[in-house]
C-alpha cells in the first residue's frame, strides 16, 4: 500500500519535472497563469489514474490514493471553470485545455 503511493509520488514528481523543463516549448505563448493550471491539472490527472481497483484487501491503500487525489486536485473544476471564462476569446488557451473534464472532484 505505502509503495503504491510512493510510485504515484515519484510518478507525480517526474511529470512536474518533466513539464518544467519543456514548459517554454510545449506552451508557447500561453498565459502564466493558464500554464499554472496546467501543471496543477497534470499532476492531479497523473494521481487520479493512481487509483487502486477496488478490492476489500486494499481498501486503506484506495482510502490513503483518494485522500492525495483530493488534496492535490481541490478547487480544479472551479479553476478550470476560471480559466475558460477568463479566456473565452482565445482559442489558442481554449484548444490547450479542451481536453481537460470540467467536473472531476468529488462531492
Not at 519543456?22 to 493512481?50: H, Q
Not at 478490492?55 to 471553470?81: F, R, Y
Request: hydrophobic share 35%; charged share 30%.
Amino acid at each position: 500500500m505505502i509503495m503504491c503511493i510512493k510510485r504515484a509520488l515519484v510518478s507525480l514528481a517526474l511529470l512536474v519535472t518533466f513539464q518544467s523543463g519543456c514548459a517554454n516549448e510545449a506552451v508557447d505563448n500561453i498565459p502564466d497563469d493558464v500554464v499554472s493550471f496546467i501543471k496543477k491539472r497534470e499532476a492531479c490527472e497523473t494521481l487520479r489514474g493512481e487509483i487502486p481497483d477496488s478490492n476489500p484487501e486494499n481498501s486503506k491503500e484506495i482510502d490513503e490514493v483518494v485522500s492525495q487525489v483530493n488534496s492535490k486536485c481541490k478547487g480544479a473544476d472551479m479553476d478550470l471553470a476560471r480559466i475558460k471564462a477568463k479566456y473565452a476569446g482565445d482559442e489558442r488557451v481554449l484548444n490547450r485545455i479542451s481536453g481537460y473534464e470540467e467536473h472531476i472532484e468529488s462531492n
